[in-house]
T-cell receptor, first 115, second 111 residues
Framework: SAVISQKPSRDICQRGTSLTIQCQVD?????MFWYRQQPGQSLTLIAT?????????ESGFVIDKFPISRPNLTFSTLTVSNMSPEDSSIYLC????????????FGEGSRLTVL | QQQVKQSPQSLIVQKGGISIINCAYE??????FPWYQQFPGKGPALLIA?????SEKKEGRFTISFNKSAKQFSLHIMDSQPGDSATYFC??????????FGTGTRLLVSP
């Protein structure tokens, strides 16, 4: 298993500002994933972050809006840039468990409200 | 092609009853079908998963039924308890890559 800590757990932000979410894992992992969970909706993969390389973004998500850092094997950050009310969501960090099972472990999420 | 459709959106079951949540997929390349359970304020956690080589998998009170020809799978919670009240997500992927999640079912088990 993996224990994932996210900061902040929640925040209220003003339109046009940016916020960086931190994700710390208690073990070294190759890939880290960032998901968005909009109210009453599914979990949508934003990007996959590998240490030492550029993050890979899913369709509909761009680096300018969601820059990601992955400085080492236990840490990653997601920045939500130039926020609008539509960015109000829960942002979840996730890592793979045993690669033979496909299990994902999630942090508790960062709930952002943009006014 | 990449969607996983989940129903119902919400479900109320009496304690001791059976909760049933259904999912359908289109991509026949999917070969891994997990269910995740999410409590308020927490991240989702894997509950149970199935591969398409079997039609059913049971773990305690939780059972996945899988119908490959219909491209459907469902979660059955037997003897539902108030502690089972949570949001449940089905998901699917090919070779453990890029899980596609359903829209979630909010389950409430009344005492």
């Amino acid at each position: 298993s993996a224990v994932i800590s996210q900061k902040p757990s929640r925040d209220i932000c003003q339109r046009g500002t940016s916020l960086t979410i931190q994700c710390q894992v208690d073990s070294q992992v190759t890939m880290m994933f960032w998901y968005r969970q909009q109210p009453g909706q599914s979990l949508t993969l934003i990007a996959t972050a590998n240490q030492g390389s550029e993050a890979t973004y899913e369709s509909g998500f761009v680096i300018d809006k969601f820059p990601i850092s992955r400085p080492n094997l236990t840490f990653s950050t997601l920045t939500v840039s130039n926020m609008s009310p539509e960015d109000s969501s829960i942002y979840l960090c996730s890592v793979e468990g045993n690669s033979n099972t496909g299990e994902l472990f999630f942090g508790e999420g960062s709930r952002l409200t943009v006014l | 092609q990449q969607q996983v459709k989940q129903s119902p959106q919400s479900l109320i079951v009496q304690k001791g009853g059976i909760s049933i949540i259904n999912c359908a997929y289109e991509n026949t390349a999917f070969d891994y079908f997990p269910w995740y359970q999410q409590f308020p304020g927490k991240g989702p956690a894997l509950l149970i998963a199935i591969r398409p080589d079997v039609s059913e998998k049971k773990e305690g009170r939780f059972t996945i039924s899988f119908n490959k020809s219909a491209k459907q799978f469902s979660l059955h919670i037997m003897d539902s308890q108030p502690g089972d009240s949570a949001t449940y997500f089905c998901a699917a992927s090919k070779a453990f890559q890029k899980l596609v999640f359903g829209t979630g079912t909010r389950l409430l088990v009344s005492p």
